[in-house]
T-cell receptor
């Protein structure tokens, strides 16, 4: 059974780089990896998406090794406002040509001053 | 483009009642998914609609149902409410890009906070 596993919580300090790793051993060939950020009482917000190697945007980087069995979200120089829950999602289509979504349980990141 | 909107934002009901939640996707998005989120839990997938048809369904009882209209707007209904149905209900819309490597980014609304007393 496909599963997405990530740490329950992490602590960091302002200005540090934070790396959150997600394990997805059974990822399928056509699956994509997406990370979302969620603040309390809000819907998750898209951060970054990738398929392999490295993807970078204005807020984060996503590192995916060649075997794609894991992925690492990297947040450079975090600030207090980055305190949130971060979700890893492996998504694609299943054998019935329907959407497949495998969400992690989220990593609660606390950034301290 | 306007984002995903959900109404109402907050709702208080009592056990046994039924409730209908509404979601308007981003313009042009044809897929709408619904999730339940409770404290300490991840996102629990309820169901997904695409072009007015239910395309995927999570592991929830039949009290939870939904539908999608021709303009892609979606409603979710919960009948015979239970205390455990208190949660944040999230709606997400997406637009399939139709390529061989399937990827869809889901855009979430702010959610409807349902409290069942």
């Amino acid at each position: 059974l496909a599963k997405t596993t990530q740490p329950i919580s992490m602590d960091s300090y302002e200005g540090q780089e934070v790396n959150i790793t997600c394990s997805h051993n059974n990822i399928a060939t056509n699956d994509y990896i997406t990370w979302y950020q969620q603040f309390p009482s809000q819907g998750p917000r898209f951060i970054i998406q990738g398929y392999k190697t490295k993807v970078t945007n204005e807020v984060a980087s996503l590192f995916i090794p060649a075997d794609r069995k894991s992925s690492t979200l990297s947040l450079p120089r975090v600030s207090l406002s980055d305190t949130a829950v971060y979700y890893c999602l492996v998504g694609g289509i299943n054998a019935g040509n329907n959407r497949k979504l495998i969400w992690g349980l989220g990593t609660s990141l606390a950034v301290n001053p | 483009k306007a984002g995903v909107t959900q109404t109402p934002r907050y709702l208080i009901k009592t056990r046994g009642q039924q409730v209908t939640l509404s979601c308007s996707p981003i313009s042009g998005h044809r897929s709408v998914s619904w999730y339940q989120q409770t404290p300490g839990q991840g996102l629990q997938f309820l169901f997904e609609y695409f072009s007015e048809t239910q395309r995927n369904k999570g592991n929830f009882p039949g009290r939870f149902s939904g539908r999608q209209f021709s303009n892609s707007r979606s409603e979710m209904n919960v009948s015979t409410l239970e205390l455990g149905d208190s949660a944040l209900y999230l709606c997400a819309s997406s637009f399939p890009n139709g390529t061989g490597v399937y990827q869809e980014t889901q855009y979430f609304g702010p959610g409807t906070r349902l409290l069942v007393l």
